[in-house]
C-alpha cells in the first residue's frame, strides 16, 4: 500500500502546508495534461484494487458513484453514501451499456469502467479550477472521507487546496517519491481517491 504522510494537524492546515513539501521526497507532476508521474508511483497507484459494495453498504465511495452514475443517465434517486435498491437498478443498467456482469453491485469492472469515461487512461484528462457538476461533487465527497473540510458545492476551486495537499502526500513506499502538487484530479489522484491506497 502506498505511504501517507499525514501530519495529524496537516489536514486542519492545508493552507500552510500550500507552502512546504514532504522533506527530502521527490516532487513529480500529478494529473494534468503535461502530467509525466514516475512509472513507479504511476504503477503502485493505479495497481491500487478498486473498492467493491453491494446492497446495504454505507461508503463515501457510493456517494461518488451515485453522482456519475447520475451524470451518465443510469441512477435518478437520492445521492447519498447508503447502497440502496435504486443502485442495485442503476448500477445493473450501467453494466449492460457497458457489456459488463451484470452483478448489480459497485466491483472492480465498474469502477474500471466509470473511471475511464472521465479519464480515459493515458488522456490527461483532469478536473482542473473552473470545473463545476457531478464530478465535482464526487470528488469533494472523497475528500470528505479522507479527512479533508471540504464543503459539496460542486465549484472545484472549492476542493483545489485540499487535492493540493492530498496529492502532495501521494508517496511511494520509501517516501523518496511523491505527486507534486498541480490541484489537478486526473486518473492517478482519482484512484488514489476511491481506493484510499494512500
Known amino acids: 500500500m502506498l505511504l501517507t504522510k499525514r501530519l495529524v494537524a496537516g489536514i486542519a492546515s492545508v493552507g500552510l502546508l500550500g507552502t512546504f513539501g514532504v522533506a527530502g521526497a521527490t516532487a513529480t507532476y ?18 491500487q484494487p478498486w473498492p467493491e459494495y453491494s446492497v446495504g453498504d454505507e461508503h463515501v ?7 456519475l452514475l447520475t ?3 443510469f441512477f435518478g434517486s437520492k445521492i447519498n453514501d447508503d447502497f440502496d435498491d435504486n443502485l442495485i437498478r442503476g448500477t445493473r443498467n450501467f ?10 453491485e459497485l466491483d472492480a469492472d465498474t469502477w474500471q469502467t466509470l473511471s475511464d469515461i472521465y479519464f480515459p487512461p493515458g488522456s490527461g484528462n483532469a478536473v482542473e479550477s473552473g470545473a463545476r457538476g457531478p464530478i ?3 470528488i469533494q465527497r472523497l475528500l470528505q472521507g479522507h479527512g479533508y473540510d471540504v464543503h459539496r458545492t460542486g465549484e472545484y476551486d472549492d476542493a483545489i ?14 517516501g523518496e517519491t511523491c505527486l507534486d502538487v498541480d490541484g489537478k484530479t486526473g486518473e492517478h489522484t482519482w484512484r488514489a481517491l476511491v481506493t484510499g491506497g494512500i
Not at 31 to 44: K, N, Q, R, V
Not at 61 to 67: E, M, S, V, W
Open 71 to 73: 451524470e451518465q443517465g
Open 30 to 47: 500529478a494529473d494534468g495534461p503535461e502530467s509525466e508521474t514516475p512509472p513507479e508511483l504511476a504503477a503502485l497507484i493505479m495497481e
Open 161 to 174: 487546496a485540499a487535492v493540493e495537499h492530498f496529492q502532495r502526500v501521494t508517496c511511494t513506499p520509501d
Open 136 to 138: 465535482v461533487y464526487a
Open 95 to 104: 453494466q449492460d451499456r457497458y457489456g459488463l456482469e451484470r452483478t448489480g
Open 61 to 67: 465511495n457510493i456517494y461518488a458513484a451515485k453522482h
